[in-house]
């Protein structure tokens, strides 16, 4: 009994000294000879650890080096990834560094070079407007000398129309968007002054209307003041006194030229030079003006096109065209058919704009004022 209790007691003490000799910390070099085994190659010996050799410091920078690792196929110079499998490292790093040949750059920047150019079936594109312009040139004006007013005022007579309501429909596009809209052109003398108004309505956009006032006189219509509303009114004031055109919008005052008009005052010019001078009326004659807005003065130069007989609103109508020459290649275009049977006063006037807007006035109701 003394035995076994003596046997169990030499036991129990045995397997305590065993428990403390397995419980030590794990050496810190296990962690760091783990590492290193997940980057050896299968075959190393890892009894004996190796140092890691210092890292190599990085090869001089080469002008036009063809890309490490890739190869370049001799048959048509394309550059493909390399075979894991077949690639010689310690070839691709002693090949690295000797420059590349001649061959060897042109034909790495050949697929480059290939995607950038365009093929040679694509069409050529076409011209666009200011292409266009710069290839067309403009009609050249005539000298001032065939065209200026005094060459045709000395001689030319005027027959007023009388006073007059015309009322048209008014067809406009505007950025793409048609609308409709009415307008009226209202003439009026009394053999020694005028008056002139127009007006264009719609519905949602509101009114715009011109006005223009001034004297009849041996050389025509002598506007005084021109007004153009929309909102709020700017006005060009013909002073002849001065000798000159101003402005209410402040912009600089221009010299006033013999038989000077207005942008309203211009359409019963020309009325009243094509009823009165039947000479004028000749395809290719030519007029010339200084027409000037609420801002500015520029010189107009007008062009007797032909006889044209339109369907208006009003009916069928014999009319005779004038157009608008200009050397800009932008600038606004104006044509404008003129009745007979009523004065030579506008049956249909068309503007257009280099952007692409465009108002048309059709003659459709003749009134007395």
Request: proline share 11%.
């Given at each position: 009994?003394?035995?076994?209790?003596?046997?169990?007691?030499?036991?129990?003490?045995?397997?305590?000294?065993?428990?403390?000799?397995?419980?030590?910390?794990?050496?810190?070099?296990?962690?760091?000879?783990?590492?290193?085994?997940?980057?050896?190659?299968?075959?190393?010996?890892?009894?004996?650890?190796?140092?890691?050799?210092?890292?190599?410091?990085?090869?001089?920078?080469?002008?036009?080096?063809?890309?490490?690792?890739?190869?370049?196929?001799?048959?048509?110079?394309?550059?493909?990834?390399?075979?894991?499998?077949?690639?010689?490292?310690?070839?691709?790093?002693?090949?690295?560094?000797?420059?590349?040949?001649?061959?060897?750059?042109?034909?790495?920047?050949?697929?480059?070079?290939?995607?950038?150019?365009?093929?040679?079936?694509?069409?050529?594109?076409?011209?666009?407007a200011p292409e266009?312009?710069?290839?067309?040139?403009?009609?050249?004006?005539?000298?001032?000398?065939?065209?200026?007013?005094?060459?045709?005022?000395?001689?030319?007579?005027?027959?007023?129309?009388?006073?007059?309501?015309?009322?048209?429909?008014?067809?406009?596009?505007?950025?793409?968007?048609?609308y409709s809209a009415?307008?009226?052109?209202?003439?009026?003398?009394?053999?020694?002054?005028?008056?002139?108004?127009?007006?264009?309505?719609?519905?949602?956009?509101?009114?715009?209307?011109?006005?223009?006032?001034?004297?009849?006189?041996?050389?025509?219509?002598?506007?005084?003041?021109?007004?153009?509303?929309?909102?709020?009114?700017?006005?060009?004031?013909?002073?002849?006194?001065?000798?000159?055109?101003?402005?209410?919008?402040?912009?600089?005052?221009?010299?006033?030229?013999?038989?000077?008009?207005?942008?309203?005052?211009?359409?019963?010019?020309?009325?009243?030079?094509?009823?009165?001078?039947?000479?004028?009326?000749?395809?290719?004659?030519?007029?010339?003006?200084?027409?000037a807005s609420a801002?500015?003065?520029?010189?107009?130069?007008?062009?007797?096109?032909?006889?044209?007989?339109?369907?208006?609103?009003?009916?069928?109508?014999?009319?005779?065209?004038?157009?608008?020459?200009?050397?800009?290649?932008?600038?606004?275009?104006?044509?404008?058919?003129?009745?007979?049977?009523?004065?030579?006063?506008?049956?249909?006037?068309?503007?257009?704009?280099?952007?692409?807007?465009?108002?048309?006035?059709?003659?459709?109701?003749?009134?007395?004022?």
């Open positions: 009994m003394l035995l076994s209790a003596l046997v169990l007691l030499l036991h129990g003490l045995g397997l305590q000294s065993l428990s403390k000799s397995w419980s030590l910390p794990t050496p810190a070099v296990k962690p760091v000879q783990f590492q290193r085994l997940a980057a050896m190659k299968p075959g190393t010996d890892i009894t004996h650890p190796v140092a890691a050799p210092p890292p190599a410091p990085p090869p001089a920078a080469k002008p036009n080096r063809p890309t490490k690792g890739m190869r370049l196929q001799e048959t048509d110079g394309s550059a493909t990834p390399p075979d894991p499998a077949t690639t010689d490292h310690t070839a691709t790093d002693n090949a690295s560094t000797e420059p590349p040949s001649t061959a060897a750059m042109a034909s790495t920047d050949a697929p480059a070079q290939a995607a950038v150019d365009p093929p040679t079936a694509l069409p050529t594109p076409p011209v666009t266009a312009a710069a290839e067309v040139s403009p009609a050249p004006l005539p000298a001032p000398a065939q065209a200026s007013a005094t060459t045709w005022l000395t001689e030319a007579q005027f027959a007023w129309p009388a006073s007059t309501k015309l009322l048209f429909e008014v067809v406009g596009e505007s950025k793409g968007i048609r009415d307008g009226d052109l209202v003439w009026q003398h009394d053999g020694q002054q005028y008056q002139l108004r127009q007006e264009v309505r719609h519905m949602l956009l509101g009114a715009r209307s011109q006005t223009s006032v001034g004297a009849l006189s041996a050389q025509g219509l002598q506007p005084l003041r021109f007004g153009d509303k929309y909102k709020q009114e700017q006005a060009a004031h013909f002073e002849r006194d001065k000798n000159t055109i101003s402005f209410s919008s402040n912009a600089p005052s221009q010299t006033l030229q013999a038989g000077a008009q207005d942008r309203l005052s211009v359409l019963a010019q020309l009325a009243s030079l094509m009823s009165g001078s039947p000479h004028l009326r000749q395809a290719g004659q030519q007029l010339q003006f200084q027409v801002r500015s003065a520029d010189v107009w130069l007008f062009s007797v096109e032909k006889n044209e007989t339109l369907k208006l609103p009003l009916g069928s109508l014999p009319t005779l065209k004038l157009i608008r020459l200009s050397s800009q290649p932008y600038a606004q275009s104006l044509e404008i058919w003129l009745s007979p049977s009523h004065g030579y006063l506008p049956a249909k006037v068309r503007i257009a704009q280099s952007n692409g807007d465009v108002l048309e006035q059709f003659l459709r109701k003749v009134e007395t004022p």
